[in-house]
C-alpha cells in the first residue's frame, strides 16, 4: 500500500512540474507574440526597420541565424536590434500570415457552405414536395380502385382536372414559378430573328422548369458518392421521351468565366468533334441566339456519329441568374440549312442548357440538363440501351461538364499543385488530347484523310491509313513526327462484345497485367513500345508508374508508364522511347453506366504541351445499364495466376447479391495507332492486322477468367489464399474484440471475403518482420493508398505515415502484440501519389492463423477522406 501511494505521490509530482513547464512555455510565447523578447525586454521598431524586415521576409520568410547576423551588418538602421530579437520579429510575421491565410480560407469555406446548405435546402424542398405529390396521387388511384365495379369492364381514369388542381411541384426558384410550356407540334417556319427569338424564349422557360425539377420526373444515379467531397446531385430520368441528366453544383468560379467554359464544349468533351456557329444574332435585353451545328464522335466502331442543328441562347434572367439553353431546330423552323451529312446520324437535343446562379461570397451555383433523342433506332439492336439509358448521358456530358469545372475551380485557387514539374492544365491539356486522339482513330473520317486498305478476307480487324492528317489535333500529334518520316498513320482497329465482364474490373487488369495481352513474342516490332518483356514471367511487375494527375473521384488516372528493354525492331517501323503516357478512366466499380478505357501513347521522356501523341488502347462500355444496380463487382485476386491455367481455371469469380452479373454484357473497342514509312506501308499493314488478332485473343482470354460461374472448379492458389486470410481477418477481430466486423450471414470463404472486401471503412494489414509490410486491403484501404492489388507490397510503411505517425508506429505494433488490439487516435496517411488522407479513428488488431500463429496485423480506418 505504501509503495502505491509513493508511485501516486511521484506521479503527482511529475505531473504539476510537466503542467508548469507547459505553463513557461506559454508565457515565453506569448512575450513573444507581445514583442518582448525572453528577458521581458519591449522592442519597438521604426517604419524603417520594418520595411527593412518586410523585404528580407518577402525573399525569405525563415531566415537562418547566419542570414539574420548578415541583416544586422547589411542595414545600419537594424544594428541596435539583437539578432534573438530579429528571430522573434520573424516568428511573428509567419504567424499573422497564417493567421491571414487561414482567417481567408475560413471566409471562403463558409460562402461555399453557406451556398451548398442553400442548394440542399432546396432540393430537399423540392424532393418533399414531389414526395406529397406522389402520396396523393397514390392516394387518389387507390380510391379509384376501390370504386371500381366488380364486373370487368373499362376502367375509368383519374380526373385530370383533380390531379391539376392538387398539384404541389416546387414552384421555380428562379423564375418565380413559371409553368412550364408544352412543346408545339407544328411551328411556323420562323425565317426572322423575332421568330428565332420567341422560340428561345420557350426553350429558356421549358429548360428552367426542367433544372429546378418540375417538369421531369428525376431519380437519384445510383452509384453516386455522397457527402460534401461528391462532384454535386446528379439525378436521371424516369419515364420522358429520350435520355435526360439534370445536375446541380457549386463551382469555385465567377459566373462570366463559368458561361465562357461551357460554351466551348470541344475544349472539355472529348466526345464532341466539332462546334460550328453559323450565325447569331444579339437580342433586347443583352442576349444572344446563335444557330450551331455539332458533330459528335461514337463511342465505338459498331455504331455511327452523331450530329445536331441547334438554336443556343444565352440571356441574364430578371434575377440576375444566367442561362445557356440550347435544343434542336427543324428545317421548318428555321434550323440551320444543313443536309444530313454521310456517315453521320442526325440526333435531337431537346430543351437542355445551364443556370448559372451567382453567390455572395464568390463562385457560384449551377444546375445541368441534358435531354436528347439519340436516334437508338439506327445502331445494331444490341447497343440499343447504350443509346437508351440516362445514366450513362449523366456519366459522358452532364458529370464531365462539372468535372471540367472542378478542375478549372481547383487550379485557379491553386489547390492543384504541379506533379513532376507538370503544371495542372497542362496535364489536364495532355489528358484531353490523349482521349480527343482515341476517338478519332476509333471513328476514321474520311475527311480527316482516313482511308480503309484492302481487306484480308476477314472482317474481323479493319485497318486504316492516313498520309495526310488534315485535322488540327492529328497535327499537332503528329506532323513533326510524319515530316521526319515521309510515310504517315496506320491503324487497326476491332470491336468484340463480352458477356459477364465488369467493365472496370476488365480495364484495371489490362493496367495491372500489361504482359497478359501484349505478347513478346509478337513479330510485330511497332507493337514493343507498348509491351514490356519480362524475364521473370511475373505480371503487373515489369513497368514503372509515375502517376502524374488522380481525379479527387477516382475516376481518372494520368501516369508515365516506364517499361522495360525490348529487342530492336526489324526496318520499316521506328521505334520510340520506352515512355508511354497512360489515361486509365471509368474505374470505379459502383458508377453506372461509366464507359471505362485505358489509352496510351508513346513518348519521350520529356514531355511537353506538343508532344506527339499516337493514342492506341482499349475501351470497354457497359450495355446493360438498367441491370446494374450500383452494387458494383469486386476483386482483389492475383487473376494472373489464373490465366497460367489456361481458360478453365475460372473458379476466380466475382458474385454479387443480386445475381445481375450473369446478364452483364459490355462492347470493347480496341484501337492501335502506328507510324510508318511509306516504302513499308503495305508490310506494316499485316503485321498490325496480326498484332490486334493476337490482342483480341489475349483480352478474350482475359475476359474468361474474369467472367463468374456456378460451377465449382479448383480454385487457384492466389485466390484460396484471399479467401482464407479474409476469414482469418474477421474471425481474429471477433476474438479480439468480442463482437463481428460486420453482420455475416453465411461462413463459406468466398462470403467472407466479399464481406471483408466490401465493408466501408479502409483495412490494411501488413506482415511484421522486424520491419511492418504491407500485404493485403479491402478495397476501400487500396483506394485510401491510392493502389492497386498489384502494387500494395511495393509501398513502404514508413511513407505512408507522417511525423506524428512515425513516432508512435513501433508503440502500437508492441501494443497490438501484447494486448492483442488497441485502439488508435485520430490522424492522417499518406496515399501513394502523395496525397492525405485523414481518418476520425483507428482500430489495430493481430490477425491468427489456424495454428495459432501470428500471421498479421490488420488496420482499420474509420470515417477516411482526403483532405482537399
Not at 481474429?732 to 466501408?760: C, K, P
Request: glycine residues 6%.
Amino acid at each position: 500500500m505504501l509503495d502505491i501511494l509513493h508511485r501516486k505521490h511521484a506521479k503527482g509530482r511529475g505531473g504539476e512540474e510537466r503542467w508548469a513547464g507547459r505553463v513557461s512555455e506559454n508565457l515565453k510565447a506569448m512575450q513573444e507574440d507581445s514583442g518582448m523578447d525572453v528577458s521581458g525586454k519591449y522592442v519597438r521598431y521604426t517604419n524603417e526597420q520594418v520595411e527593412a524586415l518586410e523585404r528580407v521576409y518577402h525573399e525569405c520568410p525563415k531566415p537562418s541565424s547566419i542570414r539574420r547576423q548578415q541583416l544586422i551588418k547589411d542595414c545600419p538602421i537594424l544594428a541596435n536590434i539583437e539578432p534573438k530579437q530579429i528571430k522573434v520579429w520573424f516568428q511573428n510575421r509567419r504567424c499573422r500570415e497564417k493567421q491571414r491565410k487561414e482567417s481567408s480560407r475560413l471566409v471562403t469555406v463558409n460562402a461555399k457552405l453557406t451556398a451548398l446548405n442553400k442548394l440542399l435546402m432546396e432540393e430537399n424542398e423540392r424532393l418533399s414536395k414531389h414526395s406529397s405529390q406522389l402520396t396523393l396521387d397514390n392516394h387518389l388511384l387507390r380510391q379509384e380502385l376501390q370504386q371500381m365495379p366488380a364486373t370487368p369492364g373499362k376502367r375509368k381514369l383519374p380526373d385530370q382536372a383533380a390531379l391539376a388542381s392538387t398539384d404541389t411541384s416546387c414552384d421555380s426558384v428562379v423564375t418565380g414559378g413559371l409553368p412550364p410550356q408544352p412543346t408545339p407540334q407544328h411551328s411556323p417556319r420562323a425565317s426572322s430573328p423575332a421568330e428565332l427569338l420567341s422560340i428561345a424564349e420557350e426553350t429558356v422557360t421549358e429548360f428552367v422548369s426542367k433544372a429546378t425539377g418540375t417538369a421531369i420526373d428525376w431519380i437519384q444515379l445510383p452509384g453516386m458518392k455522397p457527402g460534401p467531397d461528391a462532384i454535386g446531385i446528379v439525378a436521371i430520368s424516369h419515364g420522358c421521351p429520350g435520355v435526360a441528366a439534370r445536375a446541380c453544383s457549386l463551382v469555385g468560379l465567377e459566373p462570366s468565366k463559368v458561361v465562357e467554359v461551357l460554351k466551348d464544349r470541344p475544349s472539355w468533351l472529348p466526345d464532341c468533334r466539332r462546334l460550328s456557329i453559323l450565325g447569331s444574332f444579339p437580342t433586347a435585353n443583352g442576349g444572344t441566339v446563335e444557330l450551331l451545328y455539332t458533330q459528335m464522335y461514337a463511342p465505338t466502331t459498331l455504331a455511327p456519329p452523331r450530329d445536331f442543328c441547334t438554336l443556343r441562347y444565352t440571356t441574364i434572367l430578371e434575377n440576375r441568374n444566367v442561362v445557356i439553353c440550347e435544343r434542336s431546330l427543324s428545317r421548318a423552323q428555321g434550323g440551320p440549312m444543313i443536309p444530313p451529312v454521310q456517315s453521320f446520324v442526325r440526333a435531337e437535343i431537346l430543351p437542355s442548357g445551364y443556370l448559372i446562379r451567382p453567390c455572395e461570397g464568390g463562385g457560384c451555383i449551377i444546375h445541368i440538363v441534358d435531354h436528347m433523342d439519340l436516334e437508338p433506332w439506327s445502331v445494331p439492336e444490341v447497343l440499343r440501351p447504350l443509346y437508351e439509358s440516362s445514366a450513362v448521358l449523366a456519366q459522358k456530358t452532364t458529370i464531365a461538364a462539372l468535372r471540367h469545372l472542378r478542375q478549372l475551380s481547383q487550379e485557379a485557387s491553386g489547390d492543384s499543385a504541379p506533379r513532376n514539374g507538370q503544371k495542372p492544365a497542362a496535364l489536364r491539356a495532355l489528358s484531353q488530347r490523349l482521349a480527343r486522339g482515341f476517338n478519332q482513330a476509333v471513328n476514321g473520317f474520311v475527311e480527316d484523310g482516313w482511308a480503309a486498305t484492302v481487306s484480308d478476307g476477314m472482317d474481323d480487324v479493319s485497318v486504316m491509313i492516313n498520309e495526310s492528317p488534315t485535322t488540327k489535333s492529328s497535327q499537332i500529334a503528329s506532323e513533326r513526327f510524319l515530316c521526319t518520316l515521309g510515310g504517315g498513320i496506320l491503324c487497326a482497329k476491332a470491336s468484340m462484345l463480352l458477356q459477364n465482364v465488369p467493365a472496370a474490373l476488365l480495364i484495371r487488369f489490362l493496367r495491372e497485367h500489361r504482359s497478359e495481352w501484349a505478347d513478346c513474342d509478337i513479330d510485330a516490332s511497332a507493337a514493343a513500345a507498348f509491351r514490356s518483356t519480362t524475364c521473370n514471367g511475373t505480371a503487373g511487375h515489369s513497368q514503372l508508374s509515375l502517376p502524374l494527375v488522380n481525379s479527387s473521384e477516382q475516376e481518372e488516372l494520368l501516369e508515365v508508364v516506364k517499361l522495360e528493354q525490348h529487342t530492336g525492331a526489324p526496318d520499316g517501323i521506328h521505334m520510340r522511347d520506352n515512355f508511354l503516357l497512360q489515361l486509365c478512366s471509368g474505374i470505379d466499380e459502383n458508377a453506372v453506366g461509366v464507359c471505362s478505357q485505358l489509352v496510351f501513347a508513346p513518348v519521350d521522356v520529356t514531355l511537353s504541351d506538343d508532344v506527339p501523341l499516337l493514342p492506341s488502347g482499349f475501351r470497354v462500355i457497359p450495355l446493360d445499364c438498367h441491370l446494374i444496380g450500383g452494387s458494383g463487382f469486386s476483386r482483389t485476386r492475383d487473376l494472373a495466376s489464373a490465366l497460367e491455367g489456361g481458360p478453365e481455371v475460372t473458379g476466380l469469380r466475382t458474385e454479387t447479391g443480386t445475381g445481375s452479373s450473369n446478364h452483364l454484357r459490355s462492347v470493347l473497342t480496341i484501337a492501335f495507332q502506328f507510324a510508318y514509312e511509306a516504302h513499308t506501308r503495305e508490310n506494316c499493314a499485316a503485321v498490325a492486322r496480326q498484332y490486334v488478332r493476337s490482342v483480341v485473343a489475349s483480352v478474350q482470354r482475359v475476359a474468361i477468367a474474369l467472367a463468374p460461374s456456378h460451377s465449382t472448379p479448383r480454385q487457384s492458389p492466389g485466390s484460396a489464399n484471399a479467401a482464407v486470410l479474409a476469414r482469418h481477418i474477421l474471425q481474429s477481430y471477433r476474438l479480439n474484440l468480442g463482437m463481428d466486423l460486420a453482420r455475416i450471414d453465411a461462413t463459406d470463404d468466398n462470403s467472407l471475403f466479399e464481406v471483408f472486401w466490401q465493408h466501408t471503412d479502409a483495412i490494411v494489414c501488413c506482415a511484421w518482420k522486424g520491419l511492418p509490410e504491407f500485404m493485403f486491403a479491402n478495397r476501400a484501404g487500396l483506394d485510401m493508398l491510392e493502389t492497386t492489388s498489384g502494387d500494395l507490397q511495393n509501398l513502404v510503411w514508413e511513407k505512408t505515415l507522417d511525423e506524428e505517425g512515425q513516432k508512435t508506429a513501433y508503440t502500437d505494433f508492441t501494443l497490438v502484440l501484447q494486448q492483442g488490439y488497441t485502439y488508435l487516435p485520430a490522424g492522417v496517411r499518406i496515399s501513394s501519389t502523395g496525397r492525405l488522407a485523414k481518418y476520425d479513428r483507428a482500430l489495430a488488431w493481430k490477425v491468427m492463423a489456424e495454428d495459432d500463429s501470428i500471421q498479421c496485423i490488420a488496420f482499420l480506418f474509420m470515417n477516411w477522406s482526403f483532405l482537399t
